[in-house]
């Protein structure tokens, strides 16, 4: 391989980066009210506290992204960043409390005037509305709105593309057909939400599931007034219940939102509401946008994926006040397919966690600031159940392999010489096929031939996500990532572990693990209404995976994140995968 390989660039990247960032100096914070924005709040500023806190109205938040929304329609998105953007413009009865780390994953009542009572072992959830919460025409949001808004969901031929928590926990059968098929006069028919008035909102639930108001802080839990729906047409114009409203949308080029004047803040403790605009333009030149966030032409990435190698290199050699180092909450990880031999023998798959050298993936992916903390749990730090349990020697060894120790696991499983196998690797995931050759080189000191094939990461869900796919292509191996979609041991691994969500197409349980006790500590974790308790569980839950060498994680990742010195009121929220939270944000005029 020549030397100007993108490995070697990338790990060149990564050394500048590291070196300039050790050598910085946190500023804190400031009162983000001065007119000098020549320089950002000092490195890492909004980090578990606000940076450039302030309370000052006024002027046009400027961002940009390499990806449009997947949908402006509350019930059909599911991108983070798009969930993190709608705060602008919608609310749900309970929302992730404006705060810094992990102080966000608490739930606030929102259009509630609390979380809910609680009833019935846990079946039943009663919310009473606030007073003064309205539309964008000034009339009453009602609970009405909100059960209708909910209803679209089923609307599965019409609504498509979010999640289905709510569907799936409040009519297990599928027996309601949607509102566009609802035959009552008010199609309001799903019988397992009741709106007894106009405030008062039941939800009753078949089976008790502890993280039932994680769904209903979704957008997916968000109003829709009935006579404003459009179908697959109400992404072009959601209508309002929050501080903005849409001045215009041109999908994949520009967003323009504006003062919504019926909103009162006195209806919404929530949200800040502090400029006067939010303009966002879109374009998938990555370079050119970390240029113009350099030069102040744009204050936020609206994806909140992290700068580019060059960006990032520059944004902290040059920049370094306005440089976080955001802590998401995704786990970069290895399935390993117990259905491909010999992956089906225990012994076989801890070989591959003795043989990896995690720090050399580490490196490879930007190192620790620009690339993430080496990974021992398959739960990310922001998740309740994670813990510092280390069954490899991994952070013992400090991301080292014990070669010793995965020779003899090979011994274990009949196989001393080694074996070969494949494994995936998305090409348009920044240093994932180049993860995938540092891995290839690392297990074949121990003879296990690894061959890397390289997908489209829009194919995945047809070939990975595909078991039929996955054993005729003959994949041992699936490297990728993911994030919860709600903060809880649920919200992260179900659809990776538990052996129900297997499917024939669209399949992330990749390691294709069918064991019922992973199955039964998901059911026992989620019947828990103690988050405590229901951590307890999936710690329970990790040890199992890890002991089994069901599912290799081996980076908490972590981006290099450009905090635009007008911005005020900035901080990460663990809520939102560490992004901002986008609806405190505001700038200096």
């Not at 919608?90 to 005037?113: C, H, N």
């Not at 070989?351 to 050399?360: H, I, P």
Request: aromatic share 8%; net charge positive.
């Amino acid at each position: 391989m020549p030397t100007s390989s993108p490995k070697r660039r990338l790990a060149a990247g990564a050394a500048l980066v590291v070196a300039a960032l050790v050598s910085t100096t946190a500023c804190g914070g400031g009162d983000g009210d001065s007119k000098d924005s020549s320089k950002g709040a000092g490195y890492d500023a909004a980090y578990n506290k606000i940076a450039n806190a302030s309370t000052k109205k006024g002027g046009t938040l400027k961002m940009v992204g390499k990806q449009d929304l997947d949908s402006a329609d509350p019930q059909r998105a599911y991108y983070g960043m798009s969930w993190d953007f709608m705060r602008f413009y919608t609310r749900q009865l309970v929302t992730f409390a404006p705060k810094a780390g992990a102080a966000s994953t608490e739930l606030v009542g929102d259009l509630a005037s609390s979380t809910a009572k609680v009833t019935d072992g846990g079946k039943t959830y009663t919310y009473t509305l606030r007073d003064g919460v309205t539309w964008e025409d000034g009339s009453p949001i009602t609970s009405q709105d909100i059960k209708y808004g909910i209803e679209r969901i089923w609307a599965t031929d019409t609504i498509t593309g979010g999640p289905q928590y709510l569907k799936q926990n409040l009519d297990p059968k599928g027996e309601y057909k949607g509102p566009y098929k609802d035959k009552s006069k008010d199609k309001l028919g799903l019988k397992s939400i009741q709106t007894p008035d106009a405030k008062t909102i039941v939800f009753k639930l078949p089976k008790a599931n502890g993280d039932f108001e994680q769904f209903l802080a979704m957008p997916s839990g968000s109003p829709v007034k009935q006579e404003k729906d459009t179908a697959t047409k109400y992404t072009q114009h959601p209508f309002s219940s929050g501080p903005y409203k849409f001045q215009s949308y041109k999908a994949n080029k520009k967003i323009v939102l504006v003062r919504n004047d019926k909103w009162k803040k006195a209806s919404d403790p929530i949200r800040a509401a502090l400029p006067d605009k939010i303009d966002v333009t879109i374009s998938a030149n990555l370079e050119e946008n970390d240029k113009r966030l350099m030069e102040g032409d744009y204050d936020v990435d609206l994806n909140g994926t992290g700068m580019t190698q060059s960006g990032r290199v520059t944004a902290v050699q040059d920049h370094k006040d306005s440089v976080d180092n955001m802590r998401t909450s995704f786990v970069r990880y290895v399935a390993l397919v117990h259905t491909a031999k010999p992956f089906d023998n225990v012994h076989c798959r801890k070989a591959v966690f003795y043989a990896t050298d995690f720090a050399g993936l580490q490196q490879t992916r930007g190192g620790q600031l620009a690339g993430g903390e080496i990974a021992n749990s398959t739960l990310p730090v922001s998740i309740k159940g994670h813990s510092d349990y280390d069954p490899y020697g991994v952070l013992a060894r400090k991301g080292k392999p014990d070669v010793t120790k995965a020779k003899a696991e090979l011994k274990e499983c009949g196989k001393p010489a080694g074996f070969s196998t494949k494994i995936t690797a998305r090409n348009n995931q920044p240093g994932e096929v180049d993860t995938a050759e540092a891995l290839q080189e690392q297990l074949s000191k121990v003879g296990i031939k690894l061959e890397v094939d390289s997908l489209d990461g829009a194919e995945t869900s047809a070939i990975t996500g595909s078991p039929k796919v996955v054993k005729e292509r003959g994949y041992g191996m699936t490297m990728s990532g993911w994030g919860p979609d709600f903060p809880s041991g649920q919200g992260f691994g179900q659809p990776l572990w538990d052996s129900r969500f297997l499917s024939d197409t669209g399949n992330y349980n990749e390691s294709q693990i069918k064991d019922k006790k992973i199955d039964g500590l998901f059911d026992k974790a989620i019947a828990e209404t103690d988050a405590e308790k229901a951590g307890k569980i999936y710690e329970e839950l990790d040890h199992r995976i890890l002991d089994q060498a069901d599912w290799m994680p081996f980076i908490y990742e972590k981006n290099i994140t450009w905090r635009g010195p007008r911005l005020t009121n900035v901080y990460m929220s663990d809520a939102y995968n560490g992004r901002y939270d986008y609806a405190s944000l505001g700038v200096v005029k």
